[in-house]
């Protein structure tokens, strides 16, 4: 074990200190005569005692140990693992934005709320929708509202209706956010392809059913081809139809969830519109509507009367307040960096590259994985492990086999209807090269797969941990890791 792997505490040495200061002209007094005696601690902390540099040293390190995409390829599917332009790092740093108080007055914060106004304009505009909603911190949160806001709609009209109806190849916050929201989740399952069983579908929208909610392209990475009869099947019996939006890649300025018949749609600002996310940091889920949920947004609403903005918080319909202040409001600043950087072309080429990307990856994997669907997918594909299961190498194995060739892994066992199910979504900033690197291990895998299964299921060897109990790592995690625990 090197000086390098271990814990600072470990590296502590008793007596070395990190700083030094000139002694104290003004006379002590004993922390017993300044604070309660309940306050005081019978012991010193057990804090490290290192040098300046034993810290720079140990934290520089452990940040090397990072996975990140500034530092490699990351296919995770359905969470658009793209790059994160710096520019709009630089404008959310803007002092301007960056030390706004949030109790500022609107008066003097004309600025802000411009940019909030604007960027719930742009994200209308590409969605089709009437209005938008930037408070949602996740898409979970924007999901949360949406059905929210069709639970008071529906209110409003005096209609009870209890049940949302969601497919089984659904993300699993739109079942978990529905049912926070008061509603009975009822689960339609899809046709062998994935797409929506349109005769369960109808035999299941009724007078007692509030919503469907639906990703667009679902979850195998496919486009719903009769998406319009599904919204017009909802809204016969006056089901409320709410699309899944996390990932727009694949359709941006092709095609809008509000021209397709959606009354509600969350983004998720942390996947398509390039703010950085995982590690449960900072995210943002606008949530957008037609007109008719208007009354009922989350308050405040950023108006614009003549040349000023103000915040409209006289609601009396309103589902009510969903953050402290107005949402992680440095993720606004960075998606709309994002699209004025990009402006209306440079969106739709990026649904066009991310397409591109994801039928490359899947043509040239066809032979040795199976496809989930066949045919062109969209901006993801779904490959099963089937075949290399038989052989005794299962996703998982597969999974951990690319962290040793230097790639994270995608999404395992996702859609749930996916036996083996490998999930990539490669995104539209990767080069044909990162592309082409990434297939080569695919197909290495496959091949070893056959020749000496033990490969994978060794794997991984080369990460700072092997095979983690998963369920023991995310329920009691050990953070303080060193080779001899
Ligand atoms: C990521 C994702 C969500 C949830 O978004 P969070 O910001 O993680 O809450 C919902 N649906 C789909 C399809 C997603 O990919």
Same mark, same amino acid.
């Given at each position: 074990?090197?000086?390098?792997?271990?814990?600072?505490?470990?590296?502590?040495?008793?007596?070395?200190?990190?700083?030094?200061?000139?002694?104290?002209?003004?006379?002590?007094?004993?922390?017993?005569?300044?604070?309660?005696?309940?306050?005081?601690?019978?012991?010193?902390?057990?804090?490290?005692?290192?040098?300046?540099?034993?810290?720079?040293?140990?934290?520089?390190?452990?940040?090397?140990?990072?996975?990140?995409?500034?530092?490699?390829?990351?296919?995770?599917?359905?969470?658009?693992?793209?790059?994160?332009?710096?520019?709009?790092?630089?404008?959310?740093?803007?002092?301007?934005?960056?030390?706004?108080?949030?109790?500022?007055?609107?008066?003097?914060?004309?600025?802000?709320?411009?940019?909030?106004?604007?960027?719930?304009?742009?994200?209308?505009?590409?969605?089709?929708? !009437?209005?938008?909603?930037?408070?949602?911190?996740?898409?979970?949160?924007?999901?949360?509202?949406?059905?929210?806001?069709?639970?008071?709609?529906?209110?409003?009209?005096?209609?009870?209706?209890?049940?949302?109806?969601?497919? !089984?190849?659904?993300?699993?916050?739109?079942?978990?956010?529905?049912?926070?929201?008061?509603?009975?989740?009822?689960?339609?399952?899809?046709?062998?392809?994935?797409?929506?069983?349109?005769?369960?579908?109808?035999?299941?929208?009724?007078?007692?059913?509030?919503?469907?909610?639906?990703?667009?392209?679902?979850?195998?990475?496919?486009?719903?081809?009769? %998406?319009?009869? %599904?919204?017009? %099947?909802?809204?016969?019996?006056?089901?409320?139809?709410?699309?899944?939006?996390?990932?727009?890649?694949?359709?941006?300025?092709?095609?809008?969830?509000?021209?397709?018949?959606?009354?509600?749609?969350?983004?998720?600002?942390?996947?398509?519109?390039?703010?950085?996310?995982?590690?449960?940091?900072?995210?943002?889920?606008?949530?957008?509507?037609?007109?008719?949920?208007?009354?009922?947004?989350?308050?405040?609403?950023?108006?614009?009367?003549?040349?000023?903005?103000?915040?409209?918080?006289?609601?009396?319909?309103?589902?009510?307040?969903?953050?402290?202040?107005?949402?992680?409001?440095?993720?606004?600043?960075?998606?709309?960096?994002?699209?004025?950087?990009?402006?209306?072309?440079?969106?739709?080429?990026?649904?066009?590259?991310?397409?591109?990307?994801?039928?490359?990856?899947?043509?040239?994997?066809?032979?040795?994985?199976?496809?989930?669907?066949?045919?062109?997918?969209?901006?993801?594909?779904?490959?099963?492990?089937?075949?290399?299961?038989?052989?005794?190498?299962?996703?998982?194995? %597969?999974?951990?086999?690319?962290?040793?060739?230097?790639?994270?892994?995608?999404?395992?066992?996702?859609?749930?209807?996916?036996?083996?199910?490998?999930?990539?979504?490669?995104?539209?900033?990767?080069?044909?090269?990162?592309?082409?690197?990434?297939?080569?291990?695919?197909?290495?895998?496959?091949?070893?797969?056959?020749?000496?299964?033990?490969?994978?299921?060794?794997?991984?060897?080369?990460?700072?941990?092997?095979?983690?109990?998963?369920?023991?790592?995310?329920?009691?995690?050990?953070?303080?890791?060193?080779?001899?625990?």
């Amino acid at each position: 074990m090197s000086a390098y792997d271990k814990l600072v505490f470990e590296l502590s040495s008793p007596g070395r200190i990190g700083f030094s200061l000139p002694e104290s002209d003004v006379p002590g007094r004993p922390l017993a005569d300044v604070l309660p005696k309940k306050f005081l601690r019978g012991a010193a902390p057990a804090l490290p005692e290192v040098s300046e540099f034993d810290v720079v040293r140990h934290y520089s390190r452990l940040s090397r140990m990072n996975y990140g995409v500034d530092t490699h390829f990351y296919p995770l599917g359905s969470c658009t693992m793209k790059y994160n332009p710096k520019i709009n790092e630089d404008m959310a740093r803007v002092p301007g934005f960056a030390r706004l108080h949030p109790l500022t007055r609107p008066e003097d914060a004309q600025g802000a709320l411009q940019l909030m106004h604007e960027l719930a304009q742009m994200l209308a505009e590409i969605a089709g929708m !009437d209005a938008v909603s930037l408070q949602p911190a996740a898409g979970a949160q924007g999901e949360f509202a949406g059905v929210l806001m069709i639970r008071a709609y529906h209110a409003s009209r005096s209609e009870k209706r209890t049940k949302v109806l969601i497919p !089984d190849s659904a993300h699993g916050t739109n079942p978990a956010s529905t049912a926070i929201a008061g509603y009975e989740v009822v689960e339609v399952k899809s046709l062998p392809n994935g797409e929506v069983d349109l005769e369960a579908l109808a035999r299941e929208v009724g007078p007692d059913v509030a919503a469907f909610m639906i990703t667009v392209p679902n979850t195998l990475g496919m486009f719903e081809p009769r %998406i319009m009869e %599904i919204t017009e %099947i909802c809204h016969a019996k006056g089901v409320q139809v709410y699309m899944d939006g996390a990932n727009l890649n694949a359709i941006l300025g092709i095609t809008r969830p509000g021209d397709l018949g959606f009354d509600v749609c969350h983004f998720n600002l942390h996947k398509t519109f390039t703010t950085p996310h995982g590690g449960g940091g900072p995210g943002a889920g606008p949530v957008g509507i037609k007109a008719h949920l208007e009354p009922f947004l989350p308050t405040p609403v950023v108006v614009k009367n003549g040349d000023a903005y103000a915040l409209d918080d006289k609601r009396p319909k309103s589902i009510g307040k969903l953050q402290a202040f107005w949402g992680n409001f440095g993720m606004l600043v960075r998606a709309y960096t994002y699209i004025r950087t990009m402006g209306a072309d440079g969106l739709r080429s990026v649904s066009d590259n991310a397409v591109l990307n994801a039928n490359y990856i899947m043509k040239r994997l066809e032979a040795d994985y199976d496809v989930s669907v066949p045919g062109p997918c969209m901006h993801e594909c779904v490959l099963s492990a089937r075949r290399q299961k038989k052989q005794g190498v299962t996703a998982t194995d %597969i999974a951990k086999r690319l962290l040793d060739l230097g790639f994270y892994a995608p999404s395992t066992y996702f859609p749930l209807i996916v036996e083996e199910a490998l999930m990539i979504e490669p995104t539209e900033t990767e080069s044909k090269e990162t592309l082409d690197a990434f297939c080569d291990a695919m197909i290495q895998i496959a091949r070893e797969a056959q020749e000496n299964p033990a490969i994978a299921t060794a794997a991984p060897v080369t990460t700072p941990v092997r095979r983690l109990d998963q369920t023991r790592a995310a329920r009691e995690p050990n953070l303080t890791w060193s080779p001899k625990r």
